[in-house]
């Protein structure tokens, strides 16, 4: 239940994912003294927690509050999958998920979590670096905190892989019955083989990384990945890497009218690099049914006056869920 302290902040919080691409633009901004950890409430019946970063791990002192929390959405009524989908928003992004594909995918059975993490830097910035392995640097900072690179300084406390590590921890401490431990091994390190990593935008392009150093289930990528560099007209060097996820695990929705980070015919560069094209079909959302021919590469031709509202269409519209419902579902193998 939801106390009358904090059920009109939580209301307020659910209205504003309601609104499309808040990773994007403005969100609700949330003070410190509206409540630190498990703020939680049932919307729909899915219950869901807003967590704040430093209660996970108390050496976190940045991107801490003031809008930045963790989420965590999950369906007490549905079967369990006992599959942990974990969403990395875009840039600016202060960690809350997008409410629909949340609450979808809960109801299906999944776990949800949404994660915090320094974000405020675009990795756009980097496309017109000489060093070709800019974008590398940068995302190996920013998940692993690995040696800083220019803007990007991410602190050991801050990275995506630390904080998601505390956070499943937290929620399995202090969430005992919902079964947050069975993504964890039991020597207590991330049970990445049950992970399904999301991401929009820079979080996409941070989810393919991530499926790169660890066997992930499946990769669902939003306006991703982007890196591509307008110095040396190539695709980020760092998708040739040999990856411990395989092919067939990753899937990708990209608007045409996308021009954030990288034009539509330079998407599709880097979708090469990758070596998604040409396995796969590209299969226009707007135009096609599940099952969609057994792609893993989606785009849509919905018009659209500004690139930034394109870029958001695949995650942030409705009428996409029976994508959605395909990339978290199809069978793999």
Known sequence: MIDSRHSRSLRSIILALLVPCVA?????QQNEDEGGNDVQGNI???QIHRILPSDT?????NYNGDGWFHWAFRSPGVADKGKLVVFL???NGKGKPPAAFSKMAAKEGFSVLGLAYPSLVSISTLDKSPDQSAFAKARNNIINAETPFGRFRTEQPDCIRSRLHHLIHFLAEHQPGEGWDQYLLPNGAIDWSRLILVGQSQGGGHALFMAMEH???RVLMFGAPKDFSKFHHQPAAWYH???ATPLNRLFSYVHRQDRQGCTYPEQLENYRAVGLLPQYTIVNA??????????????ATKPFQKSKDAHCYPLFNEVNIPVWKYMLETPID
Not at 57 to 61: A, E, F, L, N, V
Not at 286 to 299: A, I, K, V
């Open 24 to 28: 994007f633009h403005v969100l609700a």
């Open 44 to 46: 729909d019946g899915v």
């Open 57 to 61: 791990d108390p050496r976190i002192r």
């Open 89 to 91: 928003p875009g840039t």
């Open 215 to 217: 066997p992930v289930e």
């Open 241 to 243: 890497r040999p990856s």
């Open 286 to 299: 707007d135009e096609s049914q599940p099952p969609y021919g057994g792609t893993r590469l989606f785009t």
